[in-house]
């Protein structure tokens, strides 16, 4: 499974990005697919992820500015950004657990991130 992502930039405080991410490769269903980042010298953390029947879980830092979306038919996920603060700044990675052509199980797959940039 690769995970093309792609969206990120240098943007003010208070303005917005949109983030899109694209899942290709022999999969046959998707389970969850999601945001992570990272910023510097910080661990990965979890910014929004969606799960098929579950709806959407969001970071308490990010509530009320973020909103993630997902197409299923496009086997994409989107991160809309609103808000954003230089705590924002960080590489943004994204996620997917997802079973594929001959597996038994479900996997994890991560993108190769994309840094988003905020700052004065």
């Known amino acids: 499974v690769q995970l093309q992502a792609s969206g990120g930039g240098v943007v003010q405080p208070g303005g917005s990005l949109r983030l899109s991410c694209a899942a290709s490769?022999?999969?046959?269903?998707?389970?969850?697919m999601g945001w992570y980042r990272q910023a510097p010298g910080k661990q990965r953390e979890l910014v929004a992820y969606v799960t098929t029947g579950t709806g959407a879980n969001y970071a308490d830092s990010v509530k009320g500015r973020f909103t993630i979306s997902r197409d299923m038919a496009k086997k994409s996920v989107y991160l809309e950004m609103s808000r954003l603060t230089p705590e924002d700044t960080a590489v943004y990675y994204c996620?997917?657990?997802?079973?594929?052509?001959?597996?038994?199980?479900?996997?994890?797959?991560w993108g190769q991130g994309t840094q988003v940039t905020v700052s004065s």
């Open positions: 996620n997917a657990v997802a079973v594929v052509v001959g597996a038994i199980r479900w996997d994890t797959y």
């Open positions: 490769g022999s999969i046959v269903n998707i389970n969850k």
